[in-house]
């Protein structure tokens, strides 16, 4: 856990560089160009993932000096597992597809970075007027559980209390959503900026988080990108076309992890302000 104490002024939140080095580029340019130094700026995890440079975009967020939590890719890199630790099923598009971008991020991915990766906290919290906001990966009980908008309502109360939490901030899943819970807490996914949201564009997805006369508001902001190179960064590592096509077309390869509702959602631009 790393307690960031009282947090004043708008913060910058985005999940899943990915190894997209051209998102992770433009995310770090809107954060200059918002003006919000790096000590405003959270990343929920997953540095490094499907795309082609796992390296390049570790360095990046390390000389940026945002703040990281620890996400299952992290964990497991730090460990030298054997997988993302995604938790796909065995054979599914999605497992298929990782054990190779794993692999080619684990062949690049050097012992500081690593080491790197092992110290980053599973929990960042920080206090923003009178609200107690606990920044995790996935689930607070869990890295690698996947919460979404249509996830039960119970559950997110439960770990709220869990994590002693007006406001959770979580990733991961990979589809931005802001959720005002039965109680009045929030949880929040700012969504992740190295894929797209399945959403059929080709936009990734970082958010704003604003504390307004004691209210906490969250923004939902689009992050155009150079995803033709990174697209083609992929192609030239030859990974499979799978996560190529997917910042290409903003669909995913697989909808294995997504629930009926997000499932059912596919390729329709997000609802959300
Ligand atoms: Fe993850």
Partial sequence: MS???????????????????????????EAAMLG????RCV????VTAYCANPRETVALVREWGCHVVMGNCEENLANDAGDCGCGFAEGTACDVLAREWYAHASSLIGADDRAWMGR????????????????????VD????????????????EQATRANADIIIGGHSGIPFTQRLADGRIWHNAGIIGIPANDGA?????????????????????LAYDFQSAAAAMREAHLADGYALALETGIWPSLDILPAKERGETGLPLAIA
């Fill in 142 to 157: 869990t890295i690698n559980r996947y919460v979404f908008a249509s996830s039960p309502e119970a559950d997110k109360l």
């Fill in 3 to 29: 307690d960031l104490g009282e947090i004043a002024g708008p913060l910058l939140i985005f999940g899943g560089p990915c190894s997209n080095l051209q998102a992770t580029t433009a995310v770090r340019a």
């Fill in 202 to 222: 080709t936009d990734t997805w970082y958010s704003l988080m604003h504390s307004e006369g004691g209210a906490i508001r969250f923004e939902h902001r689009r």
């Fill in 120 to 139: 980053l906290p599973r929990r960042i919290s920080f206090r923003c007027g009178t609200q107690r906001v606990v920044v995790i990966h996935g689930a």
């Fill in 36 to 39: 919000i130094p790096p000590e």
């Fill in 43 to 46: 990343c929920t995890g997953d």
